[in-house]
């Protein structure tokens, strides 16, 4: 080649990055990924890569009126970094919190916005996982390589809410919006609304829009269970009032929740009417004695089969009683021009309809996984502990808890990882992969969560997609924060079903 022959600088498709570690999602999750490794695996060379153009995940993708937490902070943040306000909060507020971790701890240079990865390839020969994603402005192809994957894409496709198909939907006259996809432009100062839906979501957007709505209505087929009470810890209040140091607060209340809601979780197992009794008692002391609760705010399930949302200050129970706002208990028979006519024969007006008919499960980011140039097939795997999957390599995901706050197992999880990966390091090895040991080969394999224990529609929808649980702890998410947090840190890395190349 000549002098004058310069050779072209690969193009942004050509070129590949190489990382001991890539996370998957700036949510809560990858956002306390890059944390953890920074603290607890100094000297790994990581990259997080987030679809949206900003973090938050869940709070950045949700932008509806109200938009809030249904959980506490002092267990939805972060073990690390003591919340100082409030318990139940804004999405704003969340960001804010999760703003800080990032500059606190110069995370922000790890983090690539607008890099949807579509494809991860793992390759035993060379022990990488090839990704390839698609830079959402450019339409570019970028390319990395990495030894880990870190999956913090949560559980839901986030492009996307999921809406029922029903009849007549074309031709109702307004318009019909998904709270995950709320659009900037919508003025309903005055209009009719009805929110399809029970959950913590319809909870949420009714109360915030009540105010300013002519009338809102929650249409739902079936109650669900709601926890109310002040937006407040006391403690945490008489703590901060003796000058207590924050970060003490933040543990010594963080333990008291976990303690007030494992009393209260394993009433509702043992004691179920009793729960069901004090649940409804505090929805009637807002309602007053002549409110329907039966009909309205009875769910024909145990408490704790679905997530209960925690509505502060009866918010919602207030909007009802003021008149502003009311439910339907009923089914919908198909929309018409003028709203939704409902089972019973009667006509719901409305200008908006909001399907407030929850997610589209997705499992691990919708991305196209081949191993050793054999497509991956989730449900044809077995998880070990929820968080790793039997022959694949490499592979952590991070799925929270129900019953709990997600982030208090994104820590415990991230604790894991990363003492897997020092131990690989000290090991000198390069591949892990969960495997099945003699002892469980004949092992009865279940589906990922049993809908006994708890069933909300997204998941009973994509169960067929996500992976298998055994019929011993070891192989299934149990949703136990009690045990895990003992358990996790207790797991001897050298044990059989860790099989190390
Ligand atoms: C409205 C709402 C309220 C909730 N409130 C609570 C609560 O109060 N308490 C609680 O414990 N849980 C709550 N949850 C559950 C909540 O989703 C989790 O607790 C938590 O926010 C999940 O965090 P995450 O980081 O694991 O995932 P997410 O928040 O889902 O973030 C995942 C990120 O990964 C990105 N991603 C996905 N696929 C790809 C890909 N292929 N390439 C690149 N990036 C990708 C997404 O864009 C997203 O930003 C709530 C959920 C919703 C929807």
Redesign the pocket.
Known sequence: MSMTQTRHAPAATERTENFDVLV?????????AAYHLTKQCPGTSFVV????DS????????R?PG???????Y??GYRFKPWTTAP?AT?AE?KHYMGEVIEENDLGPHIRYR????TASWSSEDNLWTIE?TRTDTGETARFTANFLWM????????EGYTPEWDGMESFKGRIVH??NWPEDLDYTGKNVVVIGSG??AA?LIPAMAEDCGHITMLQRSPTYFRTGRNAVELADELRALGVDETWIHEIVRRKILHDQSVFTNRSFSEPETVKRELLGAVRSYLGPDYDVATHFTPRYRPWRQ?I??IPDGDLFQGVRSGKASIVTDEIERFVESGIQLKSGKILEADIIITATG?NL?V????DFVIDGKPLVFSDTVTYRGMMFTGVPNMAW?????R?????R?DLVADFVCRLLNHMKEKGVRRVVPSLRAEDKDMKLLSWIDPENFNPGYLMRGMHLLPKRGDKPMWQHTQDYWNEKDEFPAINLDNEEFVYG
């Open positions: 998957v999602g700036a949510g809560i999750s990858g956002i306390g890569l987030e679809t949206q973090f938050g995940g869940t709070w950045h993708t949700h509806y938009i809030r937490s249904d959980s506490d902070l267990t939805f139940i999405s969340i890099h949807r990865i579509d994603a913090c894409q949560g559980y839901y496709r986030h492009s709270p995950q913590a979501t949420t997530r949302a925690f997610f997705n691990l980011g919708d991305i991070v799925f929270g808890y129900f709990a706050s997600w982030t208090l994104a």
